[in-house]
């Protein structure tokens, strides 16, 4: 089944051309199920080539999804024309009396300050305590991963010496999980960060399971049972074309930044990557998907009252 998006979204042409199936919202109505509910809190700077990585991965499940992007509510984005955001984008304030089976909550590129001094903490711990109640799954992703384990666990992130940056082989920590089913022993991850949280701090008696661990890049993704959540640090959405960009931008500015690990052919920036994560991005969200689908309530009113 498709991906519900609005009709202008821009991510519609990228998904078409891709072979992604997207649904008119005309054609939607007609169809007598309930869609998957998803809500997507985009807090990259690049909202737009962040939405287009996420529906391309929900849109390539067999259910049929329909995405609601969602933003802070008094949070101005600063890299993303306004009119886009009028268009697209619904404040959280303006959903949270609303359901969805499954939330996202991205990555920011604020993760060397301490959480307290983010503008918008307030709002997306009171965002947190929300998905207890009116969201049935959340996948929260890179800081967005850091900040839920810190407000609800008080987890702290630790500085790294230098940026974790490229492409990381990782292990498959638990192949009983219905999030890894058909994953193999070992894959590779996009990793892109300054921060890291680490599988000793996790509280005992939680329940929480490390599912994926990398031996250079360290904890990758938990499951939170007690929170309905998976939590992942690194950037399993990213397209091949990411971690390349990033470096280029940091060339061009004069910042310093080394190459991306294991991502550039013989380490030859003049050379387009590989992608060699695509396969188990697809994976990992189908799985989570279909584990909402098996799971939540038929009746969108019930989710958070169990």
């Not at 998803?38 to 929900?58: D, V, W």
Request: aromatic share 10%; net charge negative; glycine share 6%.
């Amino acid at each position: 089944m498709p991906i519900k998006i609005p009709n202008d979204l821009p991510a519609r042409a990228t998904l078409t051309e891709e072979g992604v199936m997207v649904m008119r919202e005309a054609d939607a109505v007609r169809q007598d199920i309930r869609p998957m509910r998803i809500g997507l809190l985009n807090l990259m700077p690049n909202k737009i080539r962040t939405e287009t990585q996420f529906a391309r991965l929900l849109g390539a499940t067999p259910l049929q999804v329909e995405l609601t992007l969602v933003k802070m509510t008094h949070h101005v984005a600063r890299n993303t024309p306004n009119d886009h955001i009028i268009s697209f984008y619904r404040d959280w304030e303006d959903v949270r009396r609303e359901r969805f089976d499954g939330f996202i909550v991205t990555g920011a590129p604020v993760e060397q300050m301490p959480f307290e001094e983010v503008t918008y903490w307030d709002e997306l711990r009171r965002l947190f305590d929300w998905t207890l109640t009116h969201v049935h799954g959340t996948f929260n992703v890179c800081w967005g991963a850091q900040a839920a384990v810190h407000h609800f666990y008080g987890m702290p992130k630790y500085p790294l010496p230098a940026k974790a940056f490229g492409v990381y082989r990782h292990r498959n920590l638990a192949p009983a999980s219905p999030f890894l089913r058909g994953f193999s022993d070992d894959f590779q991850i996009p990793v892109s960060r300054w921060t890291e949280c680490r599988s000793e701090d996790i509280p005992k008696g939680t329940g929480m399971t490390v599912l994926m661990e990398s031996d250079e890049a360290g904890l990758c993704m938990i499951d939170d049972p007690a929170h309905r959540a998976l939590h992942m640090f690194n950037h399993i959405e990213y397209d091949s074309s990411s971690l390349g960009d990033e470096y280029f931008r940091d060339i061009a500015a004069q910042t310093p930044i080394a190459l991306p690990r294991n991502y550039f052919p013989g380490d030859d920036p003049s050379k387009p990557p590989e992608n060699r994560w695509r396969s188990h991005a697809h994976l990992l969200f189908g799985n989570w998907i279909n584990h909402l689908y098996q799971t939540t309530p038929f009746d969108i009113a019930k989710i958070g009252q169990t």
